[in-house]
C-alpha cells in the first residue's frame, strides 16, 4: 500500500510540472548577459548653445538663455547602417535637461538631436523623416553629426534653427465676434530630414490660435512655424477669422510667401477694414489686400560656433 501511494504521488507532481506555465514579470526580466569581450564607451553630449534665439523674451541685448529658456523637449537618437540603436527623451523640469549620457560599442555612428516645444516627443525611428505630435511645428533646433566611437567621449553641441517664421500682425480691431484665427498654409514641410537640415514632405499644415479678450489692444500678432524644403522658399497661405461656430468672419489668402531658415517673415496691415467718409456715412473701404511683409533676421544676427 505504501508503494502504491508513492507511486501515485510521484505521477501527480509529474502531471503538474506538465501542465504548469512560467511566469515573468516584463518589468523585471533580465536582459541578456552582453559578452565577456564588449568593451562600453562612455559618451556625454551637452547641449551648450542655440544659433539664435528668439530673444523677445530677454533682456535688451542678451545673447544667452539657458535651454529650458528655449526649448521644452530633446529629443536624441544614434544611428548604425541606417538603423536607430538607442535615443534619449528630455523634457523640461528633468534635473540633467540639456545633458545626456550613454554608452555604445565601439564603431561608427549618426547622431541626431532635436529641441523644441511640441507637446510630445519627435519620433526618430528614421533619421531622414523625423516627425512631430500631430504634425505641428514649433521653434525647432537640430544637431546632426558623423561618430567615430572608440574611447570615452564629452562634446558641446551648438544647435541649429530647422524653421522658418511667417509673422502675421493685425494692425486693426479685432471684431468681438472673432474666436479664433486659422492659418492654412502649403510649400513647407512638416516632417524633416537631419541629414540635410530641411523638410522633406509636401505638407499641408493647419494652425489655430485662439484669441483672448487681451488681445483687443491693437496690434495683434500670431506666428506660425515650417520647415523649408531649402534654404529658401514661398509659402501659400489663407488665414481666416473664425467666430464661435467657427464661421467665417475674414478671409485672405496671400501667394509666394517668402521664407529663409532661421528667419521671420512678417506680414502686417489692417485684415478687418476700416471706415472712411464722413457724415451721413460711407462705405467700408477694405485694406486687406494691402499688406506688406519684411524679413527680419533678427535670428540668423550672431555668429554661431561648432565644436
Known amino acids: 500500500m505504501k508503494k502504491h501511494f508513492l507511486i501515485l504521488m510521484c505521477l501527480a507532481c509529474l502531471a503538474f510540472s506538465a501542465c504548469e506555465k512560467a511566469v515573468f514579470d516584463d518589468n523585471n526580466e533580465e536582459k541578456p548577459p552582453k559578452p565577456d569581450n564588449w568593451k562600453g564607451v562612455e559618451l556625454t553630449f551637452n ?4 544659433e539664435q534665439t528668439d530673444f523677445s523674451s530677454l533682456p535688451m541685448g ?3 538663455a539657458s535651454v529650458g529658456e528655449v526649448c521644452d523637449r530633446i529629443n536624441l537618437a544614434i544611428y548604425q547602417d541606417g538603423t536607430r540603436v538607442t535615443n ?4 523640461a523640469g528633468d534635473s540633467n535637461f540639456g545633458q545626456i549620457s550613454l554608452t555604445l560599442s565601439p564603431g ?4 541626431v538631436v532635436l529641441a523644441h516645444s511640441c507637446d510630445g516627443n519627435a ?10 505630435p500631430s504634425n505641428k511645428v514649433t521653434d525647432t533646433f537640430y544637431y546632426y553629426t558623423t561618430l567615430n566611437v ?4 564629452e562634446h558641446d553641441l551648438t544647435l541649429r534653427r530647422a524653421v522658418a517664421m511667417v509673422r502675421f500682425k493685425i494692425n486693426d480691431a479685432m471684431p468681438d465676434n472673432v474666436k479664433r484665427m486659422k492659418f492654412y498654409y502649403t510649400g513647407g514641410s512638416s516632417t524633416f530630414d537631419a541629414a540635410t537640415g530641411y523638410g522633406c514632405v509636401n505638407s499641408k499644415q493647419t494652425e489655430y490660435r485662439d484669441v483672448t479678450a487681451a488681445m483687443t489692444a491693437q ?6 512655424y515650417t520647415l523649408p524644403h531649402a534654404e529658401n522658399g514661398e509659402l501659400k497661405m489663407t488665414v481666416q477669422a473664425l467666430d464661435a461656430a467657427d464661421n467665417v468672419v475674414k478671409e485672405l489668402t496671400l501667394d509666394k510667401i517668402p521664407i529663409t531658415r532661421n528667419k521671420i517673415t512678417e506680414y502686417s496691415g489692417n485684415f478687418f477694414g476700416t471706415q472712411s467718409g464722413g457724415e451721413g456715412g460711407g462705405e467700408s473701404k477694405s485694406n486687406t489686400h494691402e499688406f506688406a ?7 540668423s544676427s550672431t555668429e554661431s560656433h561648432g565644436y
Not at 47 to 50: E, G, L, Q, T
Not at 88 to 91: A, L, P, T
Open 108 to 111: 561608427n555612428y549618426e547622431l
Open 47 to 50: 547641449i551648450a548653445k542655440f
Open 219 to 224: 496690434p495683434t500678432q500670431f506666428e506660425v
Open 88 to 91: 534619449v527623451n528630455q523634457k
Open 62 to 64: 542678451s545673447r544667452a
Open 123 to 132: 519620433t526618430t525611428t528614421n533619421l531622414n523623416k523625423l516627425t512631430f
Open 293 to 299: 511683409f519684411e524679413v527680419d533676421n533678427e535670428w
Open 150 to 153: 572608440s574611447d570615452k567621449q
